[in-house]
């Protein structure tokens, strides 16, 4: 009897260890069956996930050398702002500071600043600075009113120190009221009325 039970379970186990090796080579058939079916499209995506590696690679090398020479020639421009080699050089590395650079050459030779789309705030300050240089009250209360410009209110301020210098002095008083109490400009809009005042005896 005990050696009965001892070949059903010497069975058994047989019996299981075929059915486990069954299932392996079962399941790397039908492995082989998806290699086989898929094989080209598995080695095109493995291709690509290299290739796109290779690639982010690649540009983050070609990227940070590009900020590395843009900062180079941005110091050795302002150093020497006469320098046209570095000035070239950011134009083709790093278009922003590009930008930055013509801005601060134009407003150390106090000349006209050109479009300076790439950096919109420095793009709105040059217009900005264009504008208090041609004493041009249009462009100044175009700007006042642009909600995304950073200094409305002293464009505001200026337009009215350019009315009370033509003596348009109500004109400049309708253009004081428009500043907010909050502003860094208000407490040169107050001087300014103060002086207004005067102007009315």
Known sequence: MALNQNLQENLQYIKEELNSQEKFLESFVRFERFYKKY????????????????????FSIVSSHNKKVANLAFSSFMANMKDGKSLAILKNKNIKLYEIARYLKAEKENTPIGNTAEVPFLDSLARYQNALRKKDIKELNAMALDENFLLSDFAI?????????????????????????????????????????????
Request: aromatic letters at 4%; a positive charge; proline letters at 0%.
């Open 39 to 58: 094989k080209i499209l598995l080695i095109a995506l493995v291709i690509i996930i290299v290739l796109g590696g290779i690639g982010f690679i690649s």
């Open 157 to 201: 301020l200026n337009t009215a120190l350019i009315e009370t210098k033509n003596k348009n002095y109500k004109k400049a008083e309708m253009s004081l009221k428009q500043i907010s109490k909050n502003s860094q400009a208000s407490q040169m809009a107050i001087l300014l009325r103060h002086y207004l005042i005067t102007k009315k005896k």
